[in-house]
């Protein structure tokens, strides 16, 4: 048994098709949550849902664009019909690589539209609910770019500002609704995103690359998605019930040991 058990809890996760998203869906319904994921690509989240372990039952899949306020707030209320929301992890997001000069008008709106808007709808559909359930837990996933300066990231790296400072406001509102609001900040993590990034800009040197990124963490490699979903067990667990308001970091050292 783990010591960070969530059962009785229903969690929604979003943008959990895939990667990080995907084993904290998984984590959380280990360890006893019913959770529902949100994502808009549905073959991929399907099979995300699905699962031959012993928890396949406690894994629901439901297609929603998190941009779409009207879709988001017609999910969420559908889904605390008929369960109490305990905990609602705001993953769903995508990435850019560009310094000012190149990043478009519409780069900037297509960022803002997931990364933040996404977030602000999520969180606008939950609350009323989490605040007539007496309490629960929201974990946002920020990003060390939130915090510190990288090259080639000016528009991602706002929009992860955004969902630190979110989480912050959201943490100091609602305290007395017993809502809990913390977020987490990882450096690279190997995901399928990481290996389309280099398959797409470095073919033939993927290999090469990968490695040349995995040493920009002092620890000298990337995060793996399981070591992202034991943080995000732990921050929505009972365990946790003290921290509120809190950033964490999960880097190999980037923030911190990097000149």
């Known amino acids: 048994m783990s010591a960070f058990q969530l059962d009785q809890k229903t969690a929604i996760i979003t943008g959990a098709s895939s990667g990080i998203g995907k084993s904290i869906a998984h984590k959380f319904a280990e360890n006893g949550a019913i959770v529902h994921i949100l994502d808009i690509k549905e073959e991929k989240g399907g099979e995300a849902g699905k699962s031959t372990d012993h928890y396949a039952d406690r894994l629901f899949f439901h297609t929603c664009d998190v941009s779409d306020h009207l879709a988001v707030r017609t999910v969420i209320d559908g889904i605390c019909a008929s369960d109490k929301l305990d905990i609602l992890v705001n993953n769903a997001g995508i990435g850019f690589v560009g310094n000012l000069e190149e990043t478009s008008e519409a780069d ?21 609910h989490l605040k007539k359930n007496g309490g629960g837990v929201i974990l946002n996933m920020a990003s060390v770019a939130a915090s510190v300066a990288i090259p080639d990231r000016f528009a ?4 992860k500002g955004a969902v630190l400072n979110m989480t912050y406001s ?8 017993g ?9 690279r993590v190997h995901t399928p995103f990481v290996d389309d990034y280099l398959k797409k800009n470095y073919p033939g040197r993927e290999q090469e690359m990968f490695d040349n990124l995995s040493k920009t963490q002092p620890i000298g490699r990337m995060g793996t998605p399981e070591e992202i979903a034991n943080l995000a067990l732990f921050l929505c667990s009972d365990a946790a019930s003290f921290i509120t308001g809190s950033d964490y ?11």
């Open 108 to 128: 900037i709106d297509r960022l803002y539209t997931i990364n933040i808007k996404g977030v602000y709808n999520c969180l606008h559909a939950s609350i009323s």
């Open 156 to 159: 991602y790296a706002m929009t």
């Open 170 to 177: 959201v943490a100091l509102d609602y305290i007395h609704d």
């Open 179 to 187: 809502i809990r609001c913390n977020c987490i900040s990882p450096a």
């Open 249 to 259: 970091p999960i880097d190999g050292g980037f923030i911190k040991l990097v000149p």
